[in-house]
């Protein structure tokens, strides 16, 4: 796979990460991304691990799965 740089691979794997554990927990990336960029300047540091995705899974809507075309 081509990312440009090995910066690239680095944050290309950590999207890639963050999209899989979305996925495996049955949450939108985005809404969880967008949940935890409202909640972090708030949440103790010493706390952070609450806002993992396994975590807010119940706090988002599920993802909805792709409608197949015809």
């Not at 967008?34 to 988002?60: F, G, M, Q, S």
């Amino acid at each position: 796979m081509f990312v440009g740089s090995d910066s690239g691979g680095e944050r290309a794997a950590a999207m890639y990460s963050l999209i899989g554990s979305c996925k495996l927990n049955e949450i939108n990336p985005r809404a969880y991304l967008e949940y935890v960029l409202t909640h972090i300047a708030d949440h103790k540091v010493n706390r952070i691990d609450e806002l993992l995705p396994w975590n807010v899974a119940d706090k988002l809507k599920p993802a909805t799965p792709p409608t197949p075309t015809v």
